[in-house]
């Protein structure tokens, strides 16, 4: 079945200094792919998208990068602060399908 | 835009007893919803797509008579743990799709602990 594998499940980066977190998914006909930024003990936020006809998009500290031919996509925040620390998901869905297929899960922690 | 309302966000029950969770979509009108567990430092699981009108539609391993789920307008629908025990404590987050958007939003999760 759909499969979205994501890495690394933790990362620790001191403030001011990028992140970088990285998705793989197995379903060629995903077109549209999210990330989720969930604080401790609240629902998932949606902070970025992208669509698989676009290869990136940015938005103040966040980027996204979409790499169709290798099914890989990755989250991007420079300039990180310590109120970046959170769990971020991302996820795959096609157009065909309601469901969203989410990884696993990275936890940002960002050092003051 | 695309705000979804879930209440209660927390929710003590005793072994036995049923309870519900409702969530809404404030600002939209939203024919499906989702219902996830989530356990601590997991992701998100699917147990049931809600559709308003017709019965939902569950994952499997998801006991539908467990997990009962009401989706009686376009702007709410309700999940009933019915019978609950303590492996039932978790975080149930639910989401809504804004027909004229992208994007799936979630709501701010209920812990349920059962006691």
């Known amino acids: 079945g759909e499969n979205v594998e994501q890495h690394p499940s933790t990362l620790s980066v001191q403030e001011g200094d990028s992140a970088v977190i990285k998705c793989t998914y197995s379903?060629?006909?995903?077109?549209?792919f999210p990330w989720y930024k969930q604080e401790l003990g609240k629902g998932p936020q949606l902070i970025i998208d992208i669509r698989s006809n676009v290869g990136e998009k940015k938005d103040q500290r966040i980027a996204v990068t979409l790499n169709k031919t290798a099914k890989h996509f990755s989250l991007h925040i420079t300039e990180t602060q310590p109120e970046d620390s959170a769990v971020y998901f991302c996820a795959a869905k096609r157009d065909s399908s309601y469901k969203l297929i989410f990884g696993s899960g990275t936890r940002l922690l960002v050092r003051p | 835009g695309a705000v979804v309302s879930q209440h209660p966000s927390r929710v003590i029950c005793k072994s036995g007893t049923s309870v519900k969770i409702e969530c809404r979509s404030l600002?939209?009108?939203?024919?499906?919803m989702f219902w996830y567990r989530q356990f601590p430092k997991k992701s998100l699981m699917l147990m049931a797509t809600?559709?308003?009108?017709?019965?939902?539609?569950?994952e499997q391993g998801v006991e539908k008579d467990k997990f009962l789920i009401n989706h009686a307008s376009l702007t709410l629908s309700t999940l009933t743990v019915t019978s609950a025990h303590p492996e039932d404590s978790s975080f149930y987050i639910c989401?809504?799709?804004?027909?004229?958007?992208?994007?799936?939003?979630f709501g701010s999760g209920t812990r349920l602990t059962v006691v």
């Open positions: 379903d060629s006909a995903s077109n549209y």
């Open positions: 989401s809504a799709r804004d027909p004229n958007r992208d994007g799936y939003t």
């Open positions: 809600s559709n308003e009108g017709s019965k939902a539609t569950y």
């Open positions: 600002d939209f009108q939203a024919t499906t």
